[in-house]
């Protein structure tokens, strides 16, 4: 089994930041894609910001419109680990956040779909 766990959430300021990890353990042969998102109280979760896997080191990202310039993602292979990095942060961001990665468990498997059990950004004077 994969499981995938969050840390790095908690209070912070209007203007603060946040770095958010996500590791994950189990049978894992490689990771593709690995991402962030959020779901705020009676909202829809929505993607904040994804990274491929790359050929030979980092890999390409993408973000959410609103967070550019402010998040970045990045990747640890060999620790099978995907940060982010929030900067500048807006009491609307306040959100559970949830990381998620396509998973390769062995050579020639499935790609399985893992989401991680969520921790709390919660941005407040």
């Known amino acids: 089994q994969v499981q995938l766990v969050e840390s790095g959430g908690g209070l912070v300021q209007p203007g603060g930041s946040l770095r958010l990890s996500c590791a994950a353990s189990g049978s894992i042969f490689s990771i593709n894609n690995m991402g962030w998102y959020r779901q705020a109280p009676g909202k829809e979760r929505e993607l904040v910001a994804i990274?491929?896997?790359?050929?030979?080191?980092?890999?390409?990202?993408n973000y959410k419109d609103s967070v550019k310039g402010r998040f970045t993602i990045s990747r640890d292979n060999a620790q099978k680990t995907v940060y982010l990095q929030m900067n500048s942060l807006k009491p609307e961001e306040t959100a559970v956040y949830y990381c998620?990665?396509?998973?390769?468990?062995?050579?020639?498997?499935?790609?399985?779909?893992?989401w991680g059990q969520g921790t709390q950004v919660t941005v407040s004077s």
């Open positions: 998620n990665m396509d998973v390769l468990r062995w050579l020639g498997s499935e790609i399985t779909n893992y």
């Open positions: 990274i491929t896997r790359g050929v030979y080191a980092g890999g390409i990202t």
